[in-house]
């Protein structure tokens, strides 16, 4: 999905929580490596193997331009007159502008460290809960960063893997998205001529699981418990305004179908019925990360952040649609819509705290892997998986919305 921080040309100096996350980040992700050591399964064959796939993000500023360069080559989100070409000189042209950004926020992005802690904790998890499916050793699968698909693969096939279940960290579906990063799993296999290495089957949304819910619900309560507090110390009585926020998409991919608008509306609506349905406080859903001239979704947040400050509301900023701390919360949201509002006269601007590895968030991961391995028939995937969009223009041919070696219970 398109990322905000690529036309960003400017950024401010980051909080000193902020900063101080990031920096334990950068400290932890240089000894790590999660594709080859893993805690729950270190020296021990794997029998489940679960592959958590995401976007990615790059770890240190000379990452940034290899990172951009896979993004506009991805033809899943850009389809561009010479592609190849193309791809490479828009991210040298952004490159300069985007390090900035991740030097405001410590260097580098989280994702990966999130990644590993959510992963660690979600194979544990499973170990104890599934026995007869044990030992589980998950792995990471970027899309744009490393370790990347191809990495993976090989020290799955290094590790002795049979059995893999391919996990989108992604809550709701996109073919922007997931879509991309499966599409890129099975062209990967073909390639490598691993097409019947491992056994596989797919997580490719959950949207609607009610741990899942569950956890952000709890983030949303906490951050209206902490804006009583704050708001009690500035004397200002007013309401606040939760505003769910997720990634936008263009319109033209919506009127295609992608039922990422749907999804991610269906999961706002199921956290406000946790928070008290009617009796839970006002909220709106909006829209962030818009780049270029094209229509994308609306309305955006950051007009949304504006109307509200001018009308002498308050707000607290849900990241709906992100499950860890990463450019958008920590730059777009924490950042960029703080200075906003201050600049329009808001009083009080919150943001709910990210899962990142929120023992509500782990323990979710885990039960949807154990109800998935569970799940008789519709093993494989969900049963919308294989509904291509009414618009469908994909060119990957035999890669849309396929499974390679699907597993037979």
């Known amino acids: ?37 893993n805690e729950s399964t270190t020296n021990i064959k794997p029998k489940t193997a679960i592959v958590m796939l995401n976007l990615g993000g790059p770890a240190k500023p000379e990452d940034v331009e290899p990172f951009l360069t896979r993004l506009f080559s991805d033809r899943d989100i850009f389809k561009l007159p010479f592609q190849k070409w193309a791809g490479k000189f828009i991210a040298k042209r952004r490159s300069p502008a985007v390090r900035k950004l991740y030097e405001a926020i410590g260097g580098g992005s989280p994702i990966r460290m999130w990644t590993e802690r959510q992963g660690t904790a979600m194979a544990q998890q499973l170990d104890r809960l599934s026995p007869s499916t044990a030992p589980h050793k998950f792995y990471i699968g970027f899309r744009y960063a490393d370790p990347l698909i191809d990495e993976t693969l090989d020290a799955m096939k290094h590790d002795g893997v049979e059995r893999a279940i391919a996990f989108t960290q992604y809550p709701h579906f996109s073919c922007t998205t ?42 949303v309560s906490a951050a209206l418990a902490r804006y009583k ?23 033209r991919t919506v009127e ?91 009083k009080l601007l919150l943001r709910s705290e990210s899962l990142n590895d929120d023992p509500k968030l782990t323990s979710a991961l885990a039960d949807i892997v154990l109800q998935h391995m569970k799940s008789g028939k519709s093993i494989q995937h969900h049963n919308q998986y294989k509904l291509k969009c009414p618009g469908c223009i994909d060119e990957t041919g035999h890669y849309c919305r396929t499974i390679r070696n699907p597993i037979v219970l």
């Open 256 to 346: 295609r179908g992608d039922p990422y608008p749907n999804e991610v509306a269906a999961t706002v609506a199921a956290v406000i019925n946790k928070l008290g349905g009617e009796n839970a406080p006002q909220h709106m859903l909006c829209w962030q990360s818009k780049v270029g001239p094209l229509p994308w979704l609306v309305p955006k947040t950051s007009d949304t952040i504006e109307r509200l400050a001018k009308s002498g509301r308050n707000a607290i900023v849900v990241p709906i649609a992100f499950t860890s701390d990463h450019i958008e919360t920590l730059s777009e949201i924490d950042i960029e819509l703080q200075h906003l509002a201050k600049e329009n006269g808001m």
């Open 1 to 37: 999905m398109l990322k905000s921080f690529i036309l960003r040309n400017h950024c401010n100096n980051l909080t000193n929580v902020v900063r101080s996350s990031l920096v334990r980040y950068n400290s932890s992700s240089s000894s790590s490596n999660s594709n080859n050591k």
């Open 229 to 251: 507090v704050e708001a009690g110390k500035i004397g200002d009585q007013t309401e606040p305004v939760v505003v769910f926020s997720a990634h936008s998409l263009p319109m």
């Open 178 to 219: 997931t879509g991309s990063s499966l599409n890129n799993l099975w062209k990967s296999l073909e390639s490598k001529g691993m097409d019947s290495d491992f056994q596989w089957s797919i997580i490719d949304r959950w949207h609607l699981h009610d741990g899942f819910i569950d956890a952000v619900a709890s983030k």
